[in-house]
């Protein structure tokens, strides 16, 4: 008898856990890698922005990521 989709990935989630590798469905990185790449992207709109008001947004946003970089 075939195994099903949901009980191949029972067993796939099963031996990773006991072999300590990463499951298919685990590739989100983590929130530290998530708060530099926010970090770099706000930097770069930053670098480029002309209009003061959008300026002082990211200004405000990249102070934000920094703050919950700090709390990580």
Same mark, same amino acid.
């Given at each position: 008898m075939a195994r099903g989709f949901e009980? *191949?990935?029972v067993a796939d989630a099963q031996e990773a856990m006991q072999? #300590? *590798?990463? +499951? $298919?469905? #685990? +590739?989100v990185p983590p929130d530290q890698k998530r708060l530099q790449l926010a970090r770099a #992207? +706000?930097?770069? %709109? =930053? $670098?480029?922005a002309t209009s003061a008001p959008? %300026?002082?947004? =990211?200004? $405000?946003? =990249?102070? /934000?990521?920094?703050?919950? /970089? +700090? $709390? *990580?």
């Open positions: 009980s *191949k990935s072999a #300590d *590798k990463p +499951v $298919r469905g #685990d +590739v #992207d +706000v930097e770069q %709109r =930053l $670098r480029t959008h %300026r002082e947004m =990211l200004q $405000r946003a =990249l102070a /934000a990521i920094e703050e919950q /970089a +700090v $709390r *990580k």
